[in-house]
């Protein structure tokens, strides 16, 4: 839900940063040329840095806006924040140092530069903490509370009544509910605020009871009625807000568009839909993925010679996999296994302790050797780095039938690794809870998001004991 002083929080928040910023780059300059501690020749006068830090606190409001790290949510966690200050903050930096390099200003100190982001992130993070654990026990104490009345007591409503009680730090309260079909919820509402009337005593509601929010949680065959109760809210100055009788088939954070003056919802709002964020992560695919081999190839080196000595037939080993938009493409891998017929292995599942697999085999799949040539995929363009992983068609065919949403994983590029292999869930584990993970990474994904996944992938997913 959104506040009503909005504005005036957005523009506070601007302000803060501002101004903390602009304090960091006063304070980082006294560190470093005034405090004795780093004893070094001041080469450019203050009123440069000061100039800079201002041209800092310019980029990174800019940024911070386009990113949305100035929407103020009630319900937002400090770890977004985290995320979203580095991120604001590392885009920031390369773009000051980018004006430096383009302005030719070249004396500046990188010791400064260095210790100013630092200390710039870790106070930034810290009054929002502060900022954030205030407002959560003042609200928790039922200060600065917001009074919401539920038009309608069936299952919608009183499932949005539950998980505002699970939340108390984000100061609602729900005063009451309106249903026309009172008898009916009656029984079922025993543990519930009271039902205070009908859907038409809205208007006498609002007049008598300080609601400052009303929640449509009416059914679709009440369509029809939202008219007049959207202009009952009007005229009272109580803002509106609809949870849609469908909201169960929505993804958790819809997206919506207009297209000639009529809204839309995306039910599947996809940030690498985006043009900007698949030209990111696709450099970063080419880029990353010329720097894995170079440095694995004397590893990719062993692989070969070690599959050559244990095994005959070929080192690659080649399978058709869906891929982005359903097309299908050939995957490559070291082989781990015998050389068999191609049908049995495109339709065989593969278990542990498997027969058909080497011995040398079994080591590529227990460390995940054998998924390096997919670095070629990566570079041709059939696959990404971090992404769902592929399946083959024999299977896509049978998950589809029997696994919700599973086909949505194919609107992104498949990867190597994935926010489910780095999670464990490899080998025998659940394809739901797999798919559960592909579709929050496509829902959620940033460049970051990615950094963590490979950062954890090889931290802890590469050698594992469901990998086979």
Known sequence: MIRQNQRFLTQLYVLADAACMLLIFIAAFWIKFNSGLFPSAQTLPFRNYFMWGTVYSFISILIGFY????????????????????????ISFLGLLSALYAAKELHISREFLVMFLILDVVFLL?????????????????????YVLILGAGSVGRNFYENLLLHPELGYEVYGFLDDKREEHEFEHQHFKP?????????????????????????????????SIIAFCD?????????PDYFDVLPSRPFFDNFAGIPLI???????????????????????????????????????VGIKLTSPG??????????????????????????SDSIISDTKWTIENDPRRTKFGTFLRRTSLDEFPQFFNVLIGDMSVVG?????????????????????????????????????????TSIKDRIDHDLFYLENWSFLFDLKIIWQTIYKGLVNRNAY
């Open 67 to 90: 990113v949305g790290f100035y929407t103020p949510r009630r319900k937002k966690s400090f770890s977004a924040d985290i995320l979203k200050v580095l991120q604001v903050h590392s």
């Open 314 to 339: 070929p080192i690659i080993f080649s399978q058709e996999r869906m891929g982005l938009n359903r097309r299908t493409f050939r995957m490559y891998k070291f082989r781990s296994m015998r050389v």
């Open 388 to 428: 769902p992983r592929p399946e083959r068609p024999y299977f896509v065919e049978q998950f589809k039938d029997e696994i919700p949403k599973y086909m949505v994983k194919h609107h992104i590029r498949p990867g190597i690794t994935g926010w489910a292999q780095a999670s464990g869930l490899r080998g025998d």
């Open 126 to 146: 810290s009054y929002r903490y502060v900022l954030k654990t205030f407002l959560y026990r003042v609200r928790s104490k039922g200060y600065n509370r917001k």
């Open 195 to 227: 039902i205070l009337g009908k859907i038409g005593t809205l208007e006498e509601t609002l007049r008598m009871h300080p609601i400052d929010e009303v929640i449509i949680a009416l059914p679709l065959e009440a369509h029809g009625m939202y008219a």
């Open 235 to 243: 005229n009272a100055g109580v803002k509106t807000l609809i949870i």
């Open 266 to 304: 995306n039910v599947r709002d996809i940030p690498l839909d985006e043009i900007s964020n698949r030209l990111l992560k696709r450099t970063f695919d080419i880029v990353f993925s010329l720097i894995a081999l170079i440095l694995a190839s004397p590893l990719m080196l062993f692989v070969v």
